[in-house]
């Protein structure tokens, strides 16, 4: 929905403040209305929509968390972002990210031992438990 990882939304005033903040910070984008108008269609035609990506997510933190290879606490997935630390036994970052690659799923490494997940909508529920099978085949070994 927001292709530039986030949206802001509130009053004018709000938002206002906002914009001279960033400014001040030295954070200045051109066209980023292009990606203002992808965050608002968004919030007109996907909100709902949401909610199964967050389901997703959660399916495959689930998956994921069963695994003594992987350190996931469940109660930090509350969105449609996966975050998991791998234990020395796995495999690390970038060969999960390899290794899961060949096989269609794309993840990425924030660090030797830290993978992260997106789910959204052109990913369904079967896809991500096949996605979430392959992730725990590859962490498993």
């Known amino acids: 929905g927001a292709p530039g990882g986030s949206l802001l939304a509130g009053s004018k005033e709000l938002v206002a403040r906002c914009v001279r903040h960033r400014r001040m910070l030295g954070g200045a984008m051109r066209q980023s209305g292009i990606l203002s108008a992808a ?8 909100l709902e929509r949401l909610r199964d990506d967050h389901a997703n997510a959660r399916a495959i933190a689930t998956t994921l968390a069963a695994s003594k290879r992987v350190i996931l606490d469940l109660a930090t997935v509350q969105t449609n972002i996966v975050v998991f630390h791998l234990t020395p036994e796995a ?9 899961t690659k060949e ?11 830290t993978v992260r997940l997106v789910t959204h909508l052109d990913v369904s529920a079967a896809q991500c438990a096949t996605a979430a099978g392959i992730l725990r085949s590859v962490v498993d070994g």
């Open 39 to 46: 965050g608002l269609y968004a919030l007109d035609h996907n």
């Open 91 to 99: 495999p690390d970052g970038p060969a999960v990210v390899a290794r």
């Open 103 to 113: 096989r269609s799923v794309l993840v990425y490494a924030f660090g030797p031992r």
